[in-house]
T-cell receptor, first 109, second 114 residues
């Protein structure tokens, strides 16, 4: 079966760094997406990885290890506006996205 | 219009009623998607369309139908609503389907079936 696992909730402090992990099992693999979703709003695209390694984009970075079926999203210099859910999604062999339930990130002052 | 719009924003519906959720995009994207999002679950694909005139079934298509008469519009119809269809529904689009193109989401429709 296809499955995406990520922690349900995490808490971090403003200004700190947090790493949100995601493990995936998909039928075939065509990449891994991360989306941000603020409460009551639409998911918005953050990153896409298909090759192993770290991709940095400002305060946000995303890492992929295909051999381990593992990805993480790294958020640096946390701001209160980063309080949101972070959705991990794997792209399967049919190019359909398989979504995790999301990690709710709570930022405390 | 900029991006994807959905209507209505929210709706309360009696069980057994027919309901159409509307989705329109102005990005000239070929592919469009309907998802439902339920607490504690990931987004689940209901139906998709890779180009105008074609549609396909996703993970949870039962009780839903779609049409794609033109590039911009992709309505989702619940023929006879049931309480288990209470959910938040998101429409999304991508430049092309069947590849790695990023999906862009509309603001969602919150549907409650009583």
């Amino acid at each position: 079966g296809q499955n995406i696992d990520q922690p349900t909730e995490m808490t971090a402090t403003e200004g700190a760094i947090v790493q949100i992990n995601c493990t995936y099992q998909t039928s075939g693999f065509n990449g891994l997406f991360w989306y941000q979703q603020h409460a009551g709003e639409a998911p918005t695209f953050l990153s896409y990885n298909v090759l192993d390694g770290l991709e940095e984009k400002g305060r946000f970075s995303s890492f992929l290890s295909r051999s381990k079926g593992y990805s993480y999203l790294l958020l640096k210099e946390l701001q209160m506006k980063d309080s949101a859910s972070y959705l991990c999604a794997g792209l399967d062999s049919n190019y359909q996205l398989i979504w995790g339930a999301g990690t709710k990130l709570i930022i405390k002052p | 219009i900029a991006g994807i719009t959905q209507a209505p924003t929210s709706q309360i519906l009696a069980a057994g009623r027919r309901m159409t959720l509307r989705c329109t995009q102005d990005m000239r994207h070929n592919a469009m998607y309907w998802y439902r999002q339920d607490l504690g679950l990931g987004l689940r694909l209901i139906h998709y369309s890779n180009t105008a005139g074609t549609t396909g079934k996703g993970e949870v298509p039962d009780g839903y139908s779609v049409s794609r008469a033109n590039t911009d519009d992709f309505p989702l119809t619940l023929a006879s609503a049931v309480p288990s269809q209470t959910s938040v529904y998101f429409c999304a689009s991508s430049l092309e389907g069947g590849n790695t193109d990023t999906q862009y989401f509309g603001p969602g429709t919150r549907l409650t079936v009583l």
